[in-house]
């Protein structure tokens, strides 16, 4: 944005009147004046050392017609450009529609006048003046040429201030045309706008009548359906009866044959049953009869090996029991034993608690 026409806008002092706030343009309007009194100074620097304390002119003499000249055209051109300075700070596009670059042309020109009359004038300046004019006339070059270089400077400045004001009118523009286009394509838009939307009104009162006679389509052939459907429905009912009651006696028959057949099912069960019965206890008690016989043999033999077995337990009972009286005799024993170290014990425990104490 630096680069920018408006980024390089020039300072409000070049601007035309209108173009900026109030507020600005009063504190701009103070500052551009400052640029006359400058010239005012150069030349009000130059009249002390000109003349003498008492009035009368060093450089009247009329064999010095160099520095004549030069002052000559450094006061026209400083009175040029003050008014010049003047007029761009009053009115600054009448002033540059008066003197333009002709202005800016004839104070280059005064400038380059008086850079030749000092050079022409300082050959002439060396022979006739001596002794102590020498000194002022080399303080009054040095002011001529300060004074030239501000006059050169405010030239510049003018240029500068004109091309920034000449920028700044070409800026407006471009916004005033931009603004003009603006309103253009806004009043475009506006209108626009404005039939798009008479258009959506038309179309939306068009599609709300279609939508309400679509409805009261929808709505008579809902109520037809209804209708229908209600018929539809008490037949269905209907034929769902008859169609239950024939489910029902066809279940209750179904049921009674699957009973009858089940009865018959379980008395053939049962004949068979009663056959396997018979025929298993029948074979049961062959096989019990033979058991009986092998258990009465195995039992004779039995009772003898008993007979024998418990004469030899008596044996080893007898001998049982005397180990078990001799074993309770040693266990009283040992058991008067452990109760005498018990009470050892104890003792012992009491004096190391009363050694204790005592430590």
Same mark, same amino acid.
């Given at each position: 944005?630096?680069?920018?026409?408006?980024?390089?806008?020039?300072?409000?002092?070049?601007?035309?009147?209108?173009?900026?706030?109030?507020?600005?343009?009063?504190?701009?309007?103070?500052?551009?004046?400052?640029?006359?009194?400058?010239?005012?100074?150069?030349?009000?620097?130059?009249?002390?050392?000109?003349?003498?304390?008492?009035?009368?002119?060093?450089?009247?003499?009329?064999?010095?017609?160099?520095?004549?000249?030069?002052?000559?055209?450094?006061?026209?051109?400083?009175?040029?450009?003050?008014?010049?300075?003047?007029?761009?700070?009053?009115?600054?596009?009448?002033?540059?529609?008066?003197?333009?670059?002709?202005?800016?042309?004839?104070?280059?020109?005064?400038?380059?006048?008086?850079?030749?009359?000092?050079?022409?004038?300082?050959?002439?300046?060396?022979?006739?003046?001596?002794?102590?004019?020498?000194?002022?006339?080399?303080?009054?070059?040095?002011?001529?040429?300060?004074?030239?270089?501000?006059?050169?400077?405010?030239?510049?400045?003018?240029?500068?201030?004109?091309?920034?004001?000449?920028?700044?009118?070409?800026?407006?523009?471009r916004l005033e045309s931009l603004c003009?286009?603006?309103?253009?394509?806004?009043?475009?838009?506006?209108?626009?706008?404005?039939?798009?939307?008479?258009?959506?009104?038309?179309?939306?009162?068009?599609?709300?009548?279609?939508?309400?006679?679509?409805?009261?389509?929808?709505?008579?052939?809902?109520?037809?359906?209804?209708?229908?459907?209600?018929?539809?429905?008490?037949?269905?009912?209907?034929?769902?009866?008859?169609?239950?009651?024939?489910?029902?006696?066809?279940?209750?028959?179904? %049921?009674?044959?699957?009973?009858?057949?089940? &009865? $018959?099912? /379980?008395? =053939?069960? +049962? #004949?068979?049953?009663?056959?396997?019965?018979?025929?298993?206890?029948?074979?049961?008690?062959?096989?019990q009869m033979q058991l009986y016989a092998? %258990?009465?043999?195995?039992?004779?033999?039995? &009772? $003898?090996? /008993?007979? =024998?077995? +418990? #004469?030899?337990?008596?044996?080893?009972?007898?001998?049982?029991?005397?180990?078990?009286?001799?074993?309770?005799?040693?266990?009283?024993?040992?058991?008067?034993?452990?109760?005498?170290?018990?009470?050892?014990?104890?003792? =012992?425990?009491?004096?190391?608690?009363?050694?204790?104490?005592?430590?």
């Amino acid at each position: 944005m630096e680069g920018s026409p408006v980024a390089r806008l020039p300072e409000a002092n070049s601007l035309p009147d209108g173009f900026v706030p109030d507020s600005e343009s009063s504190d701009t309007d103070a500052a551009p004046p400052s640029s006359a009194p400058i010239v005012d100074d150069a030349i009000d620097s130059d009249s002390p050392d000109a003349t003498n304390p008492g009035g009368e002119e060093t450089l009247s003499d009329p064999s010095l017609p160099a520095s004549t000249a030069e002052d000559a055209s450094s006061a026209a051109a400083a009175e040029a450009l003050d008014t010049l300075c003047l007029d761009v700070v009053a009115d600054p596009e009448r002033a540059l529609g008066e003197h333009g670059p002709t202005t800016a042309a004839r104070g280059e020109g005064s400038l380059k006048e008086n850079r030749a009359s000092e050079q022409v004038g300082a050959p002439s300046d060396q022979k006739v003046v001596k002794g102590s004019g020498e000194p002022k006339r080399k303080v009054i070059k040095h002011s001529k040429l300060e004074k030239d270089k501000e006059l050169f400077q405010l030239a510049q400045q003018y240029h500068k201030v004109v091309a920034e004001r000449d920028q700044a009118i070409a800026v407006k523009d471009r916004l005033e045309s931009l603004c003009r286009e603006f309103q253009r394509q806004n009043k475009m838009l506006k209108e626009e706008c404005q039939r798009v939307s008479t258009e959506g009104q038309n179309m939306r009162t068009e599609l709300s009548e279609k939508f309400d006679h679509a409805i009261k389509g929808v709505s008579a052939k809902l109520e037809e359906q209804r209708v229908e459907r209600i018929s539809q429905l008490e037949e269905n009912n209907t034929l769902r009866s008859k169609l239950k009651d024939l489910a029902d006696q066809y279940n209750i028959t179904q %049921q009674k044959y699957a009973h009858q057949l089940k &009865e $018959k099912m /379980l008395e =053939l069960e +049962l #004949a068979d049953l009663r056959l396997q019965q018979h025929q298993e206890k029948a074979a049961q008690e062959h096989t019990q009869m033979q058991l009986y016989a092998e %258990q009465v043999s195995q039992l004779m033999t039995t &009772e $003898k090996n /008993l007979r =024998l077995q +418990l #004469a030899s337990d008596g044996e080893r009972f007898q001998h049982f029991q005397d180990a078990l009286s001799k074993s309770n005799e040693v266990f009283e024993t040992y058991k008067q034993e452990m109760e005498k170290m018990i009470s050892v014990i104890k003792n =012992l425990k009491k004096e190391n608690e009363f050694l204790k104490g005592k430590s």
